[in-house]
């Protein structure tokens, strides 16, 4: 990815019981999920995903799992062949819609900042967001692996759009 885009995970946990707003812990960034960090059902934990392309970052919030599925990998075909692809969120009404204009993908939706992204870049930082999401969250939560089965076809599938396997 060229240094102007950045696009990150994140997890979203309550520090304690009392608290009134999620904190988002970039994904990567987590090796643990904190004692006595609640507000996490096994399956839905609440997650984002952030764009930044310069400027103000765009973060588009939804379950962790579905975003992630649906959201980034599900686009990636699609948008490799220059089409559309619409997320509809599992959490909250509204959507985000993701068009492809020549070598750029934008961005827009309900609750979404718009932003425009290269496309090239903005389809590989998908699929390593799958590819991590695949990765760590069996490793934070035990059990969490058998709620990623409607998210791995949808990473080789992806991945196979873009010619990785």
Do not use: K
């Given at each position: 990815?060229?240094?102007?885009?950045?696009?990150?995970?994140?997890l979203?946990?309550?520090?304690?019981?009392?608290?009134?707003?999620l904190?988002?812990?970039?994904?990567?960034?987590?090796?643990a999920?904190?004692?006595?960090?609640?507000?996490?059902?096994?399956?839905?934990?609440?997650?984002?995903?952030v764009?930044?392309?310069?400027?103000?970052?765009?973060?588009?919030?939804?379950?962790?799992?579905?975003?992630?599925?649906?959201l980034?990998?599900?686009?990636?075909?699609?948008?490799?062949?220059?089409?559309?692809?619409?997320?509809?969120y599992?959490?909250?009404?509204?959507?985000?819609?993701?068009?492809?204009?020549?070598?750029?993908?934008l961005?827009?939706?309900?609750?979404?900042?718009?932003?425009?992204?290269?496309?090239?870049?903005?389809?590989?930082?998908?699929?390593?967001?799958?590819e991590?999401?695949?990765?760590?969250m069996?490793?934070?939560l035990?059990?969490?692996?058998?709620?990623?089965?409607?998210?791995?076809?949808?990473l080789?599938?992806?991945?196979?759009?873009l010619?990785?396997?």
């Amino acid at each position: 990815m060229s240094p102007a885009l950045r696009v990150t995970l994140e997890l979203g946990l309550l520090p304690d019981p009392d608290a009134l707003d999620l904190t988002y812990v970039p994904l990567a960034d987590v090796t643990a999920v904190p004692e006595g960090a609640t507000g996490q059902d096994l399956g839905f934990e609440a997650g984002r995903v952030v764009i930044d392309a310069g400027g103000e970052p765009t973060r588009i919030e939804d379950t962790l799992r579905y975003l992630v599925g649906g959201l980034c990998l599900r686009s990636v075909p699609p948008l490799q062949h220059g089409g559309t692809h619409t997320y509809r969120y599992v959490d909250f009404v509204g959507e985000v819609r993701l068009v492809v204009d020549g070598e750029l993908v934008l961005v827009t939706g309900d609750e979404v900042r718009p932003v425009t992204c290269p496309r090239a870049e903005l389809l590989a930082a998908f699929v390593t967001l799958g590819e991590q999401l695949v990765d760590v969250m069996p490793r934070l939560l035990p059990g969490y692996a058998a709620y990623l089965d409607t998210v791995r076809p949808a990473l080789d599938a992806a991945r196979e759009a873009l010619g990785r396997r």
